[in-house]
């Protein structure tokens, strides 16, 4: 093969590195896009936030809670709350790949000699990295609810906040990868995630619910995000899952969406690839 | 420059192997479902040579385009860049060829630096080598003093040369440019013909642009005619307008059928219809004029004669006008 390419003038021939470096640079551009669009991040730490105050709120004072020791809504609802902020950065950061589709930006990428699977990486790293960057900004609420955490803990709380988001965001990237339009990407965020989400435990808990819906939330992964957040912040609250088998189950359904994602990006086809 | 070999005739491509093809397209076919979108095409492209691939919307040059840049893998033939199969060889490929399309491909909320940079990256070039390489290419295509700019305060034309410098960073040595010129003003686009026709002569770079505009073509090495799918011409912008043999003339009138089918007997010349305009080729083209209005009193409301363009050639091979959806076709 190389014969042929020998005759021609020899060029500086680049590393043959086509992993690390690209996910590295799809990984940077990712973060920087984010922080340089300044609505995309008051949105994303807002709306959560005033979710919780007016929806906590509201609900505190017209139902008092069953269960749970007592405990105000606002306190029961902040695990639920972080994970939605978790959920709305990582999958509306995969809208990204959409916009990077219509625009040229990926057709550039799609032809570097750059391996497909740095371009999950790099995308799936980078909306990660923003999704547990936003949890964690919100986590400084926590003495508000009476939340004192420890070292040990709050290192416990970064890795399923990051487990979860990584999760997210590879179901994101597989949501998006195909689409050509954002408007389908909300439609199925709607239709399928925020019901994801209000059945993992964020709003009410899974002891109360009736058998069905029990068994929809013990297969909803979320629920084992949610979970694993309320037993390490309330120590006291009765738990369903240890937080052992919780995060196992996220690690599981983290690997099983990235390997989705890994799969639907190396798909070869003579259709136009974007 | 190339040598001035005679045209290749479309139903003869013959592949000189002395030649050192730097592109090589053999018989590359494909189809979207029923529709067929490459009908079996085949010519060569030489190495430094400033190639241009033209044709109507439709032609089946954006197909070719990206089989030729390897994201699609053609239904039947191949196509070899560098010695490399775009359908097999696509990783070892990527490193030799810069690809630029006609949609942006820069991200406007990063600098021109940063634009470049992250390039690099997906090239494997890194570290100071790179730092060198974005320096020069900024220089190169006049962005320097810019550099920590975001892309989305530049001009369409700051940023198409902000794509092409993307294009050359890693050192190609074929690049293919689609449609280049889109959107941007006539001095820019002088600007970036002027780099590509550089870029040929110092740095040997092998360019090849697809284009709708004739006059975009005529400024290429070569040429290939698409249309509907098929090579219909291919030959330097000069050897094709030869072929005309004469001038172009054209009539118009309120019958054109039935003038077209009175020229052909009355002078024993071809004449053909095509929207509405009688159109027919022939040597003194000023002189035959003088025949035409004076035989055919009253029925003339215009007519031209000019020296054969690019259009004339496509007509010419294909029977239609460049612009129309198969409105015009050649009624004898």
């Given at each position: 093969m190389a014969t042929q390419a020998a005759t021609f003038p020899a060029q500086v021939v680049p590393s043959r590195n086509e992993l690390v470096l690209p996910a590295f640079t799809l990984w940077w551009r990712e973060v920087v896009r984010f922080y340089r669009q300044r609505s995309r991040v008051v949105g994303v730490i807002a709306s959560p936030i005033l979710f919780w105050l007016v929806i906590g709120s509201g609900f505190g004072t017209s139902f008092r809670s069953g269960g749970q020791n007592g405990q105000h809504y606002l306190d029961y609802f902040y695990p639920g709350a972080l994970i939605m902020i978790v959920l709305f950065t990582s999958i509306f950061t995969m809208m990204s790949v959409i916009e990077d589709r219509k625009e040229g930006f990926l057709l550039s990428v799609l032809v570097a000699p750059v391996s497909r699977s740095a371009i999950v990486l790099g995308k799936v790293l980078g909306g990660t990295t923003l999704a547990t960057i936003q949890g964690l900004i919100f986590l400084a609420f926590a003495p508000w609810v009476g939340v004192h955490l420890s070292v040990a803990t709050f290192l416990l709380v970064a890795l399923t906040v990051f487990l979860v988001s990584f999760a997210l965001t590879a179901l994101g990237f597989v949501i998006a990868w195909?689409?050509?339009?954002t408007q389908a990407f909300h439609a199925i965020i709607n239709l399928f995630l925020i019901p994801l989400w209000l059945l993992s435990g964020a709003m009410f808990p899974l002891s109360g619910a009736s058998v069905w819906l029990r068994v929809v939330m013990r297969i909803n992964p979320l629920t084992y995000g949610v979970e694993a957040l309320r037993s390490l912040l309330y120590p006291t609250s009765v738990s369903e899952f240890s937080i052992f088998s919780s995060l196992a189950t996220l690690v599981l359904f983290s690997l099983f969406m990235f390997g989705l994602a890994f799969v639907m990006v190396n798909r070869r086809t003579n259709k136009p690839a974007a | 420059m190339p040598s001035k070999l005679p045209a290749l005739a479309v139903d003869d491509p013959e592949t000189d192997?002395?030649?050192?093809?730097a592109i090589s397209i053999q018989n590359l076919l494909h189809r979207y479902g029923d529709h067929t979108?490459?009908?079996g095409v085949t010519f060569d492209v030489r190495a430094a040579e400033l190639f241009g691939l033209l044709g109507p919307n439709g032609s089946g040059k954006t197909t070719m385009f990206r089989i030729l840049s390897a994201l699609m893998v053609p239904v039947g033939g191949r196509a070899v860049i560098l010695g490399y199969d775009t359908a097999k060889d696509a990783n070892e490929l990527r490193r030799h060829i810069g690809v630029v399309f006609q949609?942006?491909?820069?991200?406007?909320?990063?600098t021109a630096a940063e634009n470049l940079r992250h390039q690099g990256h997906l090239y494997g070039l890194h570290g100071r080598a790179l730092t060198l390489r974005i320096d020069e290419m900024l220089q190169r295509v006049g962005l320097a003093d810019r550099a920590k700019e975001k892309a989305e305060t530049f001009s369409g034309g700051m940023q198409r040369r902000l794509e092409l410098a993307k294009g050359l960073l890693h050192h190609p040595s074929v690049l293919l440019l689609d449609e280049p010129t889109t959107g941007l003003d006539p001095g820019a686009r002088i600007d970036l013909w002027q780099y590509l026709h550089i870029l040929r002569d110092q740095e040997k770079v092998t360019v090849l642009v697809t284009t709708h505009l004739m006059e975009e073509a005529g400024r290429c090495d070569r040429l290939a005619f698409l249309n509907q799918g098929k090579l219909v011409a291919l030959g330097t912008p000069l050897e094709l307008k030869r072929e005309i043999g004469g001038d172009v003339i054209v009539l118009d009138t309120k019958d054109p059928e039935s003038l077209a089918d009175r020229i052909r007997i009355r002078f024993n010349t071809e004449a053909h219809v095509i929207q509405n305009q009688v159109r027919l080729e022939r040597k003194e083209g000023h002189r035959f004029i003088t025949d035409l209005v004076e035989t055919y009193p009253g029925e003339i409301e215009a007519i031209s004669v000019s020296k054969p363009s690019l259009e004339d050639v496509f007509i010419r091979r294909t029977g239609h006008r460049f612009w129309t959806d198969r409105g015009g076709e050649v009624k004898q």
């Open positions: 195909p689409m050509d339009s | 192997p002395n030649t050192s093809a979108a490459l009908d949609a942006q491909s820069i991200d406007e909320k990063l």
